[in-house]
């Protein structure tokens, strides 16, 4: 992540974004 040492909030999104994605391809 670029500025890793700051709190992103748009980070917490991209992470939640992931695991959904994840769990919609595994099903």
Do not use: R
């Not at 670029?2 to 709190?7: D, G, P, S, Y």
């Not at 917490?12 to 994840?22: E, H, M, Q, S």
């Amino acid at each position: 992540m670029i500025c890793a040492t700051l709190v992103n909030p748009a980070d917490d999104l991209i992470k939640t974004y992931a695991t959904v994605n994840k769990t919609l391809n595994s099903e």
